[in-house]
């Protein structure tokens, strides 16, 4: 893996290291063909924004010992995935994000999500 930047072109940081976060489970947000998910966007959890991802069917707050998922509470910082976040900002719930966790494609997508959303 070539080294990844972040969006403000220096090197990507890890989001978070307790609990463990990223596609591979490095505490980092990388951009990875094989992550279907897109697992790009260190985000702070907010209530919100977990009960919102629990309404969409995907719950991030209860612990799954067999899957080594601790369940994540208000406060914790993960990798969410970049079409989550996006959905999550088009209803007002996006978590905080932070630059020096987030890869170059995140930021495109977001623009180019925005755009068409802006210009439709």
Not at 8 to 21: H, M, N, Q, R, Y
Not at 49 to 63: A, I, V, W
Not at 86 to 96: G, I, N, R
Not at 105 to 112: A, G, H, N, R, V
Request: aromatic content about 8%; charged content about 25%; some cysteine.
């Amino acid at each position: 893996m070539t080294e990844e930047t972040n969006v403000l072109g220096t090197e990507l940081k890890p989001c978070s290291t307790d609990p463990v976060t990223g596609y591979l489970r490095d505490g980092c947000c990388h951009d990875i063909d094989e992550d279907s998910g897109r697992h790009e966007v260190c985000a702070v959890m907010t209530k919100e924004f977990l009960q919102f991802s629990k309404r969409r069917g995907n719950d991030l707050s209860t612990p799954r010992p067999g899957l080594a998922f601790p369940g994540l509470s208000p406060g914790d910082r993960w990798c969410v995935c970049l079409g989550r976040w996006v959905e999550a900002l088009e209803h007002d719930v996006a978590p905080p994000v932070f630059s020096k966790q987030r890869t170059k494609p995140y930021l495109m997508t977001c623009i180019f999500r925005l755009s068409t959303k802006t210009n439709t």
